[in-house]
């Protein structure tokens, strides 16, 4: 069996090689070229953009930068209102620490954690 090869610069080169090395090479092309199809169904390339605004546009415009500058006011406003140590436990738990490291740190009962936290969650609840 012949095996067709062709080059970046043009060049085609032909190789002979056994049946079975033809039929996995020839079934290895198939593969490659459904891959790329399929890639091409799917995916957008930087040259669709022109096409495809839509797809690469940002979702951010003025009113939501101002909806996000709000709630991180609104953020900093709650967390002032917090006491210290609930404060300090909720930005532990959000740094993704678990109740129970926090109260092995802090070396107090697992409970006063789980309360502490629950109680500044309801405070941001209630604002938010």
Avoid at 35 to 56: P, T
Wanted: charged share 40%.
């Amino acid at each position: 069996m012949k095996i067709k090869y062709e080059f970046a610069d043009g060049t085609v080169s032909e190789v002979e090689v056994e049946e079975s090395i033809g039929a996995v090479i020839i079934e290895d092309r198939r593969l490659e070229d459904n891959l790329s199809r399929k890639e091409r169904y799917h995916c957008y390339s930087l040259d669709a953009a022109q096409f495809e605004g839509a797809e690469y546009a940002t979702k951010e415009t003025p009113e939501t930068q101002m909806e996000q500058e709000l709630d991180t006011e609104r953020i900093a406003y709650v967390l002032d209102g917090l006491s210290e140590v609930q404060r300090r436990r909720l930005l532990m738990l959000a740094d993704g620490k678990s109740m129970r490291e926090i109260a092995r740190e802090e070396k107090v009962q697992h409970r006063a954690v789980v309360k502490s936290i629950k109680a500044a969650k309801k405070i941001f609840k209630k604002n938010f």
